[in-house]
């Protein structure tokens, strides 16, 4: 729980800070390349990424032309049939990502555990059109059950000439700031995927639009999202609605660009949801029909290279006005912190990589606390077929046995992986 005297201070630093880089941005990061891009192209792994999933400049920049390379297109790679509207890839690309672990994690009900495979995914990517592409995957298996969609959008690049992009579908609200699934660690970032008491908001995946915009002589850039606000959620069977309320959730991302190697940014997100009927929160609270909760997401983030080492910080400060939708209200203040290191000793070509990671979320909402420490070794077996090694000390985190939920403190996590795309 944070003292009121330190979220007003927290408050009037991010003021500050936001107010100074409402000049301009960098682009968020695009969905990563895959395998099905180097087989058409004829290109290594390393073009894109470094370590794979993790992507390089000019990864981003072949996501962001809408998955091709302008100068290598060619007519014979499409299928037009005589007409100009028409432009069919002639193979289609897929690919595969195999993700496996064995963890041993300490004060858990089960402490070894062989999760083999965590994830087994399917995924696609490429041109629909001119300036025009599309990417999805589609989760196979993940923790043993059918996750289906994640990832999924149609993404119209440089509309009318101009630096403007849309993407249409179904993406991560945090893909602007760090994108979760190019991390290289097992530990995610909890930041992104927390929900406070019984909200349903959080930074992971929503549906709706994201929109770009680049100053390239200024380097400064604009990414501004509206979404349902309510995740990755079915349709309801009365409705027949994605959305569970009438609300909408918006939310932007500017970052100045400061010479090559450094990026000073801010974000901002707010969102309102009501509390319909039949939705528990922690601890299995139930909120009162009809109440709303008003979210608001605001932090800075720093990032920046130099020479083999790459870091990224990122603060946020997140208000809910009734997070466990009771009445009276019970507003709410969660806020944390991602620091991120990762050291490459020899750049795209070098075959050993290591991670530094620091997660911390503290929340005025029971069993929402969390705070990990995690350094990972990375070896590349091949370019698309690496093993990692990982150790987390978990000083905050939440353990649940059915309904019930257990504070731990002070455990260890190991983890041995076995990450492969192809």
């Known amino acids: 729980m944070q003292p009121e005297g330190m979220n007003m201070h927290r408050l009037i630093l991010l003021s500050l800070l936001c107010g100074v880089v409402l000049v301009g941005s960098l682009l968020p990061d695009e969905a990563g390349a895959i395998p099905a891009f180097a087989r058409r192209y004829k290109i290594s792994c390393t073009v894109?990424?470094?370590?794979?999933?993790?992507l390089k400049p000019y990864g981003e920049e072949f996501a962001g032309n809408g998955f091709v390379i302008p100068e290598d297109e060619k007519k014979?790679?499409?299928?037009?049939g005589g007409d100009d509207l028409l432009w069919l890839n002639r193979t289609f690309p897929?690919?595969?990502?195999?993700?496996a672990y064995g963890v041993y994690e300490s004060k858990r009900t089960v402490e070894q555990d062989l999760q083999i495979p965590w994830g087994l995914k399917l995924l696609s990517g490429g041109a629909l059109y001119k300036n025009i592409g599309y990417y999805f995957y589609f989760y196979m298996s993940e923790r043993g059950s059918v996750a289906g969609i994640e990832d999924a959008y149609i993404h119209f690049n440089d509309i009318g000439g101009s630096a403007l992009d849309i993407m249409v579908g179904q993406f991560q609200?945090?893909?602007?700031?760090l994108k979760r699934e190019l991390r290289l660690t097992f530990e995610d970032y909890k930041l992104y995927t927390t929900r406070v008491g019984t909200s349903r908001i959080n930074l992971a995946y929503d549906r709706g639009l994201m929109f770009t915009y680049g100053i390239a002589s200024?380097?400064?850039?604009?990414a501004a999202f509206v979404v349902n606000g309510n995740g990755r959620v079915a349709a309801s069977e009365d409705t027949r609605k994605f959305d569970q309320d009438n609300n909408k959730s918006v939310g932007c991302r500017l970052l100045q660009g400061i010479g090559d190697a450094v990026g000073i940014g801010a974000f901002v997100y707010y969102g309102e949801e009501t509390f319909l009927s039949g939705e528990l929160g922690i601890g299995g609270i139930?909120?009162?029909?009809?109440?709303?909760?008003r979210v608001t997401y605001i932090g800075p983030d720093l990032n920046f290279g130099w020479g083999p080492l790459a870091f990224s910080g990122q603060y946020l400060l997140r208000e809910d006005?009734?997070?466990?939708?009771?009445?009276?209200a019970t507003q709410a203040d969660t806020d944390g912190w991602i620091f991120e290191l990762i050291y490459a000793p020899a750049g795209d070509r070098q075959r050993h990589y290591f991670t530094l990671l620091y997660n911390l979320v503290d929340s005025d909402v029971s069993y929402n606390d969390f705070e990990t420490l995690t350094f990972a070794a990375t070896y590349l077996l091949a370019r698309n077929l690496r093993l990692?090694?990982?150790?987390?000390?978990?000083?905050?985190d939440t353990a649940f046995d059915g309904e019930e939920a257990t504070e731990v403190k002070g455990a260890d996590r190991v983890v041995l992986g076995l990450v492969s795309a192809f």
Not at 286 to 293: D, L
């Open 321 to 328: 006005t009734n997070p466990l939708f009771q009445d009276p």
């Open 48 to 54: 894109c990424h470094e370590p794979f999933p993790r």
């Open 286 to 293: 139930e909120g009162v029909p009809g109440t709303e909760n």
């Open 76 to 80: 014979r790679d499409y299928v037009t």
């Open 218 to 222: 200024t380097r400064t850039d604009l």
């Open 388 to 396: 990692s090694l990982e150790y987390s000390r978990i000083f905050t």
């Open 94 to 99: 897929i690919a595969v990502r195999f993700d």
């Open 173 to 177: 609200t945090s893909d602007p700031l």
